[in-house]
């Protein structure tokens, strides 16, 4: 069975569960995350776990639900298959806006609830095939870029891009992280994409199992370069000591992964679920590290795609100072009521 499948199959069995509880007034949220294997899916699991916990009474239920990540994910809030949807920043920005593989369909009803917390890039590369130390050295060397049609690859795809690089200037492979680091300890690939939370599990095997590679650094003009196309992208400093034998920072890059939400979603809802999850935040702590660079200092940092109504009164309402492109157009209407 599909993923697609088994994430229809889980909605439809809630669907039952609920139906069978007789009560109109219940309100049910499935929130699509990713793979088991990622940090996507326990930091939706533990959102949905913890806004039941705390809604309960008042008829509220979420559940995190696998899928096959942030590009599924866009597909599944257009369906309302989903009601949330852990999205990679860049993928936002491209469905919100049309552009990338989402020229000529873009998803203007796409909102964003908050950013969760940042997608590091690391470009891994052999040790004999490094140059200047930066992701301009993957030229001419055979890359991963990640499993076909996932972030990682449209993530990947836009760094190449913004450096005046093409995926044709690599010969590219599209492996999986494990794999990605498996094939260059066997002499079979120069280096990979794997852009995840830090620390990256499959990096610190890298690192640990004396692979000769290293984490390539981005500069500040290929940062510029690369946010000239996709306005996405933040400075991000690896600590010394982070990974084995890593005895220096490394000076990469990020994007926010966000919480996707269609603006038809009930902004009183919305505005609730928001409260919560930011007065709760220790409990999201307890889930996974990466949760904690959510706060709400950082809740918009990287975010480019308009907050939905409701997580928007509710960062007004904490004093919050809202960039005008992040002022959902709803508001207006809102204000005038």
């Known amino acids: 069975m599909g993923k697609k499948s088994l994430f229809g199959l889980a909605l439809a069995t809630t669907a039952v569960v609920l139906s069978a509880c007789g009560n109109e007034d219940n309100h049910y949220y499935s929130i699509a ?8 899916y326990p930091i939706g699991v ?7 916990e705390e809604l309960i009474d008042q008829g509220i239920r979420a559940t995190g639900q696998s899928s096959a990540g942030s590009v599924e994910n866009i597909d599944l809030l257009r369906k309302e298959e989903a009601q949330f949807g852990i999205l990679q920043g860049l993928i936002a920005d491209q469905a919100y ?6 020229e000529g369909s873009a998803y203007e009803d796409l909102r964003t609830v908050t950013m969760l917390w940042s997608n590091v890039e690391h470009f891994v590369l052999m040790n004999n095939k490094i140059e200047s130390g930066t992701i301009s050295d993957v030229e001419g060397t055979s890359f ?7 972030g990682t690859e449209q993530s990947t795809r836009a760094l190449i891009n913004g450096i005046g690089l093409s995926v044709e200037d690599v010969s590219p492979d599209y492996l999986g992280y494990d794999d990605t680091i498996s094939s260059m300890r066997d002499g079979r690939l120069d280096g990979g994409s794997l852009p995840a939370g830090v620390p990256v599990t499959a990096i610190t095997d890298m690192y640990a199992s004396g692979v000769r590679a290293t984490v390539l650094d981005v500069t500040d003009e290929q940062l510029d370069s690369i946010n000239e196309l996709y306005p996405v992208f933040f400075r991000y400093e690896i600590d010394a000591g982070t990974y084995p ?8 890059i990020a994007q926010s992964n966000v919480l996707g939400v269609d603006k038809q979603q009930d902004a009183d809802q919305i505005y609730l679920l928001t409260k919560i999850l930011f007065e709760n935040l220790e409990t999201m702590y307890e889930v996974h ?31 919050i100072d809202i960039p005008n492109e992040l002022i959902p157009p709803e508001a207006e209407e809102d204000e005038q009521e």
Do not use: C, D, K
């Open 289 to 319: 590290n990466s949760a904690r660079e959510m706060t709400l200092e950082t809740a918009l940092v990287g975010v480019s795609v308009p907050l939905h109504l409701g997580a928007y009164r509710y960062f007004v309402e904490q004093g």
């Open 97 to 102: 806006r049309g552009t990338g593989i989402y």
């Open 245 to 252: 034998r890593q005895e220096e920072p490394i000076y990469t």
């Open 33 to 40: 995350t990713a793979s088991t294997g990622g940090t996507y």
């Open 144 to 150: 991963s870029i990640g499993p076909q049609a996932s």
């Open 46 to 52: 533990g959102m949905g776990n913890l806004w039941t």
